[in-house]
């Protein structure tokens, strides 16, 4: 997989004054201008659907399965959320608990969520759209929904003939990103995180899923959405 650099455009209440029926009609519409203006004026190539399932938990501390659990009990993490991501209903989900990445099939739901209830369910994010060819880059671009109401437009742009030149990756995503929201009225005030990857262990020769993983838990953090402790 190639580099990838992630933008969110964050439509709070705060911003926009209204129900939050008027909410979701607007960032629905600024939603479907910016797909137009990839086709249109960037001659963007549809590819393909994409979602991306994000979940948070608590932990539950006053369970008395802990000590038969697999997991690290240090007491340090007894407070510290669960974040699972999903990409496109692949069967593999990654987790990152602190700064220590699992990646494990289901049968950690089913053992360690389930069974022992060693965390609960907390909350629940979706992220839906679209992704379209651009030369060397991949445009996703979806609507973050949290429950039944939209939230934000989320860009994970994709620089697809290198992997692992961080430094001069993230300077070309970043000004092809200003060019794809060049005119766009509504599409500013964008959060995006710089992040130094060996904080959790991760390599800096290549990008993985992994990296994936904390590049949009800690976004998602960076605006209130996920939180890192209870």
């Not at 705060?14 to 960037?42: A, F, P, R, V």
């Not at 996703?140 to 939230?151: A, Q, Y």
């Not at 300077?171 to 500013?188: G, H």
């Amino acid at each position: 997989m190639g580099y990838h650099k992630l933008f969110f455009k964050d439509f709070n209440q705060n911003e926009i004054s209204g129900k939050s029926e008027q909410l979701d009609i607007i960032i629905t519409q600024e939603y479907k201008k910016i797909n137009q203006h990839i086709i249109k004026q960037m001659h963007g190539k549809y590819i393909d659907h994409w979602r991306i399932e994000i979940k948070e938990y608590n932990p539950n501390i006053n369970n008395n399965n802990l000590e038969n659990n697999n997991l690290n009990t240090n007491t340090e993490l007894l407070n510290k959320k669960l974040h699972s991501l999903q990409f496109n209903n692949n069967e593999t989900i990654f987790y990152l608990i602190d700064k220590q990445i699992f990646n494990i099939s289901n049968n950690f739901k089913d053992i360690i969520i389930d069974k022992l209830k060693r965390y609960i369910e907390y909350n629940k994010l979706y992220i839906d759209g679209n992704y379209y060819q651009c030369n060397d880059f991949i445009i996703r671009i979806g609507l973050l929904t949290i429950g039944l109401k939209k939230r934000g437009i989320l860009f994970d742009i994709e620089y697809n003939s290198c992997s692992h030149c961080y430094i001069l990756d993230n300077n070309l995503i970043k000004e092809f990103y200003l060019n794809l929201i060049n005119n766009m009225e509504n599409i500013n005030d964008i959060n995006h995180v710089t992040l130094d990857y060996s904080e959790y262990q991760l390599s800096h020769a290549f990008y993985s899923n992994a990296h994936h993983l904390v590049q949009y838990i800690r976004l998602f953090m960076d605006c209130n959405i996920l939180k890192s402790i209870l």
